[in-house]
């Protein structure tokens, strides 16, 4: 079994500063890019940033210059530093990763994974 665990969400004022935190665990082999993603209520996941293995990145024009997602691959798990937080921010965030999994019979194959979510509060 695989998964990706958030951490790091909750309230804050506009103008303040959150950073969420997200682990892969289980039977990986290789993760190759992870991301955060977010959704606002009846609106589809939409990405927010983006990063590869070897560290190259990609952001949605709305956070760039204030959000920051960075990684350790070492421990499989990516970051994302928010700063100057504005009320749009607010939705549940999701982590994302594609792996190569690798199963007990020592096959594999790749897979997208999700993490359950984290709500981002940001207060007018």
């Known amino acids: 079994q695989v998964q990706l665990v958030e951490s790091g969400g909750g309230l804050v004022q506009a103008g303040g500063s959150l950073r969420l935190s997200c682990a892969a665990s289980g039977s990986i082999l290789t993760v190759n890019s992870m991301g955060w993603y977010r959704q606002y209520p009846g609106n589809q996941r939409e990405l927010v940033a983006v990063i590869t293995s070897g560290a190259t990145t990609n952001y949605a024009d709305s956070v760039k210059g204030r959000f920051t997602i960075s990684r350790d691959n070492a421990k499989n798990t990516v970051f994302l530093q928010m700063n100057s937080l504005k009320p749009e921010d607010t939705a549940v965030y999701y982590c994302?990763?594609?792996?190569?999994?690798?199963?007990?019979?020592?096959?594999?194959?790749?897979?997208?994974?999700w993490g359950r979510g984290t709500q981002v509060t940001v207060s007018s």
């Open positions: 994302n990763a594609d792996i190569i999994r690798i199963t007990t019979a020592h096959t594999t194959y790749a897979m997208k994974i």
